[in-house]
């Protein structure tokens, strides 16, 4: 049922995710949604707890690969997640409980993203003075997370920005000599 209800929510957005379209679009009776889920907040908080522990595996999977922070943008990068990303993110500004595991979702992307940029510091021998791994983490999210928004407005090619992003990220010792020359300069 929550795949259907993920399905649902990709393809027509939150609000028409309702017991009766998902029954409907899952081939099932109104009243099994609410067995399983007494309203339609448990059903959310549920279909968001199995997506945001997706990208979390999924993270966990990209601190293993050769350049994991080429990995790590590209997963924040995709469009197909992005548009499941944006629903939470709307219907997390009409219900608290929503937007309290949003925020906390954030918090453990931000610890884990930082913890693997502190590795891949650590192993290329960088120090960072004035430029912490979480405001890395953050400036990397944002870029991909943007990217990925505008890719579903089509607002307009963005495989040159992506390739010259990732570059830099390939690249990552120099970018960050270069980046915390920039910080030290202020």
């Known amino acids: 049922m929550l795949e259907a209800a ?5 393809e027509e ?16 009776k109104p009243q099994l949604v609410h067995y399983y889920f007494r309203t339609m907040d448990e059903l959310f908080e549920a279909l968001f707890k199995r997506v945001a522990d997706k990208h979390l595996s999924a993270l966990k999977e990209v601190s293993a ?3 994991p922070l080429v990995g790590m943008f590209e997963l924040s990068c995709d469009s197909a997640n992005s548009v499941l990303h944006l629903e939470f993110l709307a219907l ?18 931000n ?22 791994p979480e405001d890395l983490s953050t400036i990397i999210e944002t870029m991909a997370r943007g990217m990925a928004f505008a890719e579903n407005l089509n ?11 990732t570059g830099c990220l390939a690249k990552f010792s120099v970018t960050l000599r270069a980046l915390s020359e920039f910080s030290d300069a202020d």
Not at 6 to 10: C, F, I, W
């Open 6 to 10: 993920e399905q649902l929510m990709r």
């Open 13 to 28: 957005g939150y609000a028409a995710v309702t017991s009766r379209k998902l029954a409907s679009f899952a081939g099932l």
């Open 65 to 67: 690969q050769e350049n």
């Open 92 to 109: 997390a500004n009409h219900r608290k409980n929503i937007h309290d595991q949003v925020t906390a979702f954030g918090r453990e992307l």
């Open 111 to 132: 610890r884990t993203e930082s913890a693997i940029i502190l590795d891949v510091l650590r192993k290329e021998g960088i120090e960072t003075p004035g430029v912490a």
């Open 155 to 165: 607002a307009r090619p963005l495989g040159n920005a992506r390739n010259i992003l």
